[in-house]
């Protein structure tokens, strides 16, 4: 590597089944300027978990996140983005100094939207929905083939990603994907009720779920207030992306999975673009009001705070005005099919989620 005069680029995939890659990758770092290494891995945390403090200056980690909307009608139909509008909708929904601020920066764009929707089909939405967020998927119309990947993908981080950082016994793995079923049909997950279901000691419990969350299958949000009260409430465990929630909800017999269980669908979906996007504000929080009828998420930016609501079908200000009265945030949304509406009175806007998926 030493006498390369010219550049050479080395592509190694699931490089964490080595537990020497990062002296790997140190040892060619120092030997030769000439070559770039693009690794990748499945497992996220033992990636990180394995770079001593060495490494850690040679290398730089980016998420790879789940396939947006826009990225999705790119791959699938070649149909590109709104330019700009990502970025606008973004800077909108989470960094206005006020609802009307947002509702007008949305509203100049309320043409261009309407002309992107134009000549998509009404039920693309679903299809993202439901298997959409995965790159493999895009391109198969099967959708019980599609969902067989889904669970391939579960069943490989269940016995392969999680073992090698959770030392859990055989039995308890065995019983993750049961506990995933188990939450994949709610939201609020008490553990005293979880662990007697499961017939596991509650200590055992939160690790696993610790490691479902490590592992990047479930996303914890907490319940908003002081800690103390935090830990007597319930979290809420929504799943990394739609897709993975819907996999267990086709073990369920009905007909009519996707209506009965959109609402759990889509706070999944939301969560997931919060989670790709407000990583980048620095300090920053997601939680949720715990209290009867409070709002899906409350964000915390800084000092400052939004107060979302989230809804397939039509939506009222009432959960987002009983969050505001009590913590204050700088505005409110509420992501819906409702038409682009304004509320000066309560310092809110309704976002279609039409333009929010276009972020």
């Known amino acids: 590597m030493e006498e390369l005069q010219t550049p050479l680029v080395l592509f190694l995939d699931e490089i964490h089944y080595d537990e020497k890659w990062a002296m790997f990758l140190k040892t060619v770092y120092d030997r030769s300027k000439n070559v770039m290494v693009f690794c990748t891995g499945s497992a996220a945390l033992l990636l990180r978990e394995q770079i001593n403090a060495d490494v850690a200056r040679r290398v730089y980690f980016v998420d790879v996140f789940p396939v947006c909307f826009s990225e999705y009608m790119l791959f699938k139909y070649k149909k590109f983005p709104?330019?700009?509008?990502?970025?606008?909708?973004?800077?909108?929904?989470?960094?206005?100094?006020?609802?009307?601020?947002?509702?007008?920066?949305?509203?100049?764009?309320?043409?261009?939207?309407?002309?992107?929707?134009?000549?998509?089909?009404r039920f693309e939405v679903q299809k993202y929905i439901k298997l959409g967020t995965f790159p493999f998927t895009l391109r198969s119309e099967n959708e019980v083939l599609a969902l067989n990947f889904v669970s391939q993908i579960i069943n490989k981080v269940i016995y392969t990603d999680i073992p090698q950082f959770y030392k859990f016994e055989i039995e308890t793995l065995n019983r993750i994907d049961k506990i995933?079923?188990?939450?994949?049909?709610?939201?609020?997950?008490?553990?005293?009720?979880?662990?007697?279901?499961?017939?596991?000691?509650?200590?055992?419990?939160?690790?696993?779920?610790?490691?479902?969350?490590?592992?990047?299958?479930?996303?914890?949000?907490?319940?908003?207030?002081a800690h103390f009260k935090q830990v007597k409430k319930p979290s809420k465990y929504l799943f990394a992306t739609p897709s993975l929630r819907f996999s267990y909800l086709t073990s369920k017999e009905s007909t009519s999975l996707f209506e009965i269980f959109q609402g759990n669908l889509l706070e999944d979906l939301v969560g997931m673009y919060f989670n790709r996007?407000?990583?980048?504000?620095g300090a920053f929080s997601i939680t949720y009001d715990v209290a009867s009828e409070?709002?899906?998420?409350?964000?915390?930016?800084?000092?400052?705070?939004?107060?979302?609501?989230?809804?397939?079908?039509?939506?009222?200000?009432?959960?987002?005005?009983?969050?505001?009265?009590?913590?204050?945030?700088?505005?409110?949304?509420?992501?819906?099919?409702?038409?682009?509406?304004?509320?000066?009175?309560?310092n809110a806007v309704k976002v279609?989620?039409?333009y929010f998926l276009l972020m």
Not at 85 to 107: C, P, V
Not at 300 to 305: A, N
């Open 82 to 121: 709104l330019k700009g509008f990502g970025q606008k909708a973004k800077s909108a929904i989470l960094e206005s100094k006020d609802a009307q601020e947002a509702f007008e920066t949305l509203n100049s764009e309320a043409d261009r939207v309407k002309k992107y929707w134009l000549d998509v089909d």
């Open 294 to 346: 409070g709002a899906d998420f409350i964000l915390t930016l800084g000092t400052q705070k939004v107060v979302v609501e989230v809804g397939m079908g039509k939506k009222s200000y009432r959960q987002v005005l009983k969050t505001a009265e009590k913590v204050k945030p700088k505005y409110s949304i509420i992501i819906s099919n409702d038409e682009l509406e304004y509320s000066r009175e309560l």
């Open 277 to 281: 996007l407000i990583p980048k504000f």
């Open 352 to 354: 279609p989620l039409k």
């Open 180 to 225: 995933l079923y188990l939450i994949s049909d709610t939201l609020g997950v008490s553990m005293t009720k979880l662990s007697e279901t499961m017939e596991m000691k509650p200590d055992t419990l939160r690790l696993v779920l610790k490691s479902l969350e490590s592992s990047g299958i479930l996303s914890r949000i907490s319940p908003h207030g």
